[in-house]
């Protein structure tokens, strides 16, 4: 049984940082991503950074480039996402996926690594707000 669980969230003024973490277990494939993912309520779910299980290469969405950092914890089957200087519109829901690699797009994307609904595994999310 395949399991995505997230952790970290919470409240926190602007300016702050925050740590988030996904753990995964029984994914029924070797090489995949990792990604984050935000949605605030009536926005469309936006892409903020994802990493390459295999190679550990990492990318980011613009809006977060240069303050969010993803690293992975091999031994644990985790993956982190330290925000910094947090803004009031990081304020979302933020969903960990794990996905298969398939295909590479060199469109301009917050990951390289196109995402397949049907090889996609969510977690539950995790509510992060940022005051302002």
């Known amino acids: 049984q395949v399991q995505v669980v997230e952790s970290g969230g919470g409240l926190v003024q602007a300016g702050g940082s925050l740590r988030l973490s996904c753990t995964t277990s029984?994914?029924?494939?070797?090489?995949?991503?990792m990604a984050w993912f935000r949605q605030d309520s009536g926005l469309e779910r936006e892409g903020v950074s994802c990493i390459s299980w295999s190679s550990g290469f990492t990318y980011y969405s613009d809006s977060v480039n240069g303050r969010f950092t993803m690293s992975r914890d091999r031994a644990n089957n985790s993956v982190h996402l330290q925000m910094n200087s947090l803004k009031p519109e990081d304020t979302a829901m933020y969903y960990c996926?794990?996905?298969?690699?398939?295909?590479?797009?060199?469109?301009?994307?917050?990951?390289?690594?196109?995402?397949?609904?049907?090889?996609?595994?969510w977690g539950q999310g995790t509510q992060v707000t940022v005051s302002s």
């Open positions: 029984g994914l029924p494939f070797d090489d995949y991503v």
């Open positions: 996926a794990a996905y298969r690699v398939v295909e590479v797009t060199t469109q301009k994307s917050f990951c390289p690594y196109i995402r397949r609904d049907e090889s996609t595994f």
